[in-house]
């Protein structure tokens, strides 16, 4: 569809079924004369399309924005660590519990780049969110920040850019197909917002089960 033909449709549709991914909100955004992609957490996307931006909004989540700049493919995932009954998500060899949601996430994302053609050894990688969003004593935040980061550097995978932690959430929006990042500080009613959206999220992750089969640079 030519971009006139979507301003014309004004419409919002799922992301197809042929793109292998779990995001599920694609709206044509006229200020950005782009299609956007919007990221909710528990969710990946990946895609080749040069009209297509990514967008998510991020609290204590973190999010990985890959690409290939070769190849042209990028993508973005938002993931939360489940965090034990201590508070604490433990150290990089005791975290199976809550890592496995962390390593299906970014696992997830980077095969699918890799089928679309990307190379492991040409990955930009720029990381985002972990902020202490709320006033528990449990960061959060810090603890989604550091697995991203150790899981980077026990893969082997450099980090082009990060911007993780502090108290405000962020509105990430990611243009694969350059590697431009717009970061935006969420106050207000739109904090609100993402406070409350990744909450309903956490409560759903003690129950939830990812696969394990799962197989990385194949």
């Not at 014309?8 to 955004?29: H, I």
């Not at 967008?55 to 999010?63: E, H, I, P, Q």
């Not at 890959?66 to 998500?89: A, E, W, Y």
Request: hydrophobic residues 40%.
């Amino acid at each position: 569809m030519s971009v006139a033909a979507a301003v014309r449709a004004n419409s919002t549709s799922p992301v197809a079924a042929a793109q292998d991914s779990r995001a599920g909100r694609r709206f044509y955004d006229a200020t950005q004369a782009a299609w956007v992609v919007k990221i909710l957490p528990g969710e990946y996307y990946a895609t080749d399309d040069k009209e297509e931006v990514l967008v998510t909004v991020l609290g204590s989540c973190v999010s990985a924005c890959i690409r290939d700049p070769v190849r042209q493919v990028g993508g973005m995932n938002h993931f939360m660590l489940v965090q034990n009954k201590t508070g604490s998500s433990g150290a990089w060899g005791n975290e199976l519990e809550s890592a496995r949601f962390g390593n299906f996430a970014m696992e997830k994302l980077i095969n699918d780049l890799l089928k679309r053609g990307c190379q492991r050894e040409r990955m930009e990688i720029k990381v985002f969110g972990g902020a202490n969003v709320t006033s528990s004593r449990n960061e959060i935040g810090t603890d989604n920040g550091d697995f991203v980061m150790r899981y980077l550097k026990a893969e082997g995978l450099p980090c082009a850019a990060q911007d993780l932690g502090g108290i405000y959430p962020r509105r990430i929006i990611y243009f694969p197909m350059t590697g431009k990042v717009v970061r935006r500080l969420l106050t207000g009613r739109d904090q609100d917002s993402a406070l409350r959206e990744e909450s309903s999220y956490a409560s759903t992750l003690g129950a939830s089960k990812t696969s394990s089969d799962v197989e990385l640079f194949r």
